[in-house]
């Protein structure tokens, strides 16, 4: 297998009688449709590829993650870090629409109960379905993707990251925040106002003068601004160590039977999804 699908965040393998590329996801609405075909049934369980061995071994001791459902695992770096929180606020909009479809939640980050407290305080996520490691001993385990690592310690790799040096497209990403993309959505409503204490408010309003209906320019660097201001007021809540500032984290999404659906590895900060525009476009699917 090359590396274009080793990376591909939809897994999928070759169909032995047509030769075309299948894959979980767009074969499932195939066995619902003939949920009586032998063949249909067999070529599922062909392309299905196990969730990671420690991944699911973690999620047996959870009792609302057993098999049996839709799960999704979210593996968090930081809980002080921008992608986690931008990643959390995120799934945290679309928790009821994840109930409506029987997709159990779960997020797995680093840190420790003060900061996960602190975390879903601002982000809205639930509590109940974080959890929190102080070591990224999951992270590990997965073979996710440790950051640019130097002699010179965590701070100084996590600068050069920040610059894009061993995190791709990180520079993309900060550029997208500050000009804006008609391809993504609004993020700050008009009567909303952006609190930055101890420093003033932004109105709403304010990005409503740039245009309605897609991410105006600034918008998602006020947005990142206002996480930045939280965790740096708030550090050593949200970031007790700083040993483990550069690791990265992932995304999986396991069906009923714990094959993966849907999986992505993170290779650099603000990269926690493929479509950062629309980060949570691979849920459109089962939702």
């Given at each position: 297998m090359n590396d274009e699908f080793k990376t591909s965040s939809y897994l999928q393998r070759i169909c032995p009688w047509t030769g075309h590329w299948l894959s979980p996801s767009n074969l499932a609405p195939l066995v619902d449709m003939h949920q009586h075909s032998k063949l249909f049934l067999g070529l599922r369980r062909l392309i299905c590829m196990q969730g990671p061995l420690p991944l699911l071994q973690r999620l047996a001791l959870v009792p609302s993650m057993q098999e049996g459902q839709v799960r999704l695992v979210v593996v968090l770096s930081q809980l002080g870090d921008f992608d986690s929180l931008e990643y959390a606020t995120a799934l945290a909009r679309v928790i009821p629409r994840l109930k409506e479809s029987g997709i159990q939640l779960l997020a797995i980050a680093i840190g420790d109960a003060s900061g996960a407290d602190r975390f879903c305080d601002f982000t809205g996520f639930p509590?109940?379905?974080?959890?929190?490691?102080?070591?990224?001993?999951?992270?590990r385990e997965l073979g996710l993707y440790q950051g640019l690592q130097i002699s010179a310690g965590p701070w100084p790799a996590l600068l050069l990251m920040c610059a894009g040096v061993g995190s791709s497209g990180t520079l993309a990403e900060v550029l997208r925040?500050?000009?804006?993309?008609?391809?993504?959505?609004?993020?700050?409503?008009?009567?909303e106002l952006v609190d930055f204490t101890p420093f003033?408010?932004?109105?709403g309003s304010f990005f409503s003068r740039l245009g309605h209906g897609y991410l105006r320019p600034f918008e998602l660097a006020t947005i990142r601004l206002r996480n930045m201001v939280e965790v740096l007021t708030n550090w050593r809540t949200y970031v007790p160590c700083d040993d483990f500032l550069c690791q990265r984290g992932g995304t999986f999404l396991l069906d009923k039977d714990g094959c993966l659906?849907?999986?992505?590895?993170?290779?650099?900060?603000?990269?926690?999804?493929?479509?950062?525009?629309?980060?949570?476009?691979?849920?459109?699917p089962y939702l």
């Amino acid at each position: 297998m090359n590396d274009e699908f080793k990376t591909s965040s939809y897994l999928q393998r070759i169909c032995p009688w047509t030769g075309h590329w299948l894959s979980p996801s767009n074969l499932a609405p195939l066995v619902d449709m003939h949920q009586h075909s032998k063949l249909f049934l067999g070529l599922r369980r062909l392309i299905c590829m196990q969730g990671p061995l420690p991944l699911l071994q973690r999620l047996a001791l959870v009792p609302s993650m057993q098999e049996g459902q839709v799960r999704l695992v979210v593996v968090l770096s930081q809980l002080g870090d921008f992608d986690s929180l931008e990643y959390a606020t995120a799934l945290a909009r679309v928790i009821p629409r994840l109930k409506e479809s029987g997709i159990q939640l779960l997020a797995i980050a680093i840190g420790d109960a003060s900061g996960a407290d602190r975390f879903c305080d601002f982000t809205g996520f639930p509590r109940q379905s974080l959890q929190v490691d102080t070591e990224p001993y999951l992270h590990r385990e997965l073979g996710l993707y440790q950051g640019l690592q130097i002699s010179a310690g965590p701070w100084p790799a996590l600068l050069l990251m920040c610059a894009g040096v061993g995190s791709s497209g990180t520079l993309a990403e900060v550029l997208r925040g500050y000009t804006g993309d008609h391809t993504a959505p609004a993020l700050i409503e008009d009567e909303e106002l952006v609190d930055f204490t101890p420093f003033p408010s932004i109105s709403g309003s304010f990005f409503s003068r740039l245009g309605h209906g897609y991410l105006r320019p600034f918008e998602l660097a006020t947005i990142r601004l206002r996480n930045m201001v939280e965790v740096l007021t708030n550090w050593r809540t949200y970031v007790p160590c700083d040993d483990f500032l550069c690791q990265r984290g992932g995304t999986f999404l396991l069906d009923k039977d714990g094959c993966l659906l849907y999986e992505h590895r993170d290779r650099g900060i603000l990269g926690f999804s493929e479509t950062m525009g629309q980060p949570l476009a691979f849920l459109d699917p089962y939702l």
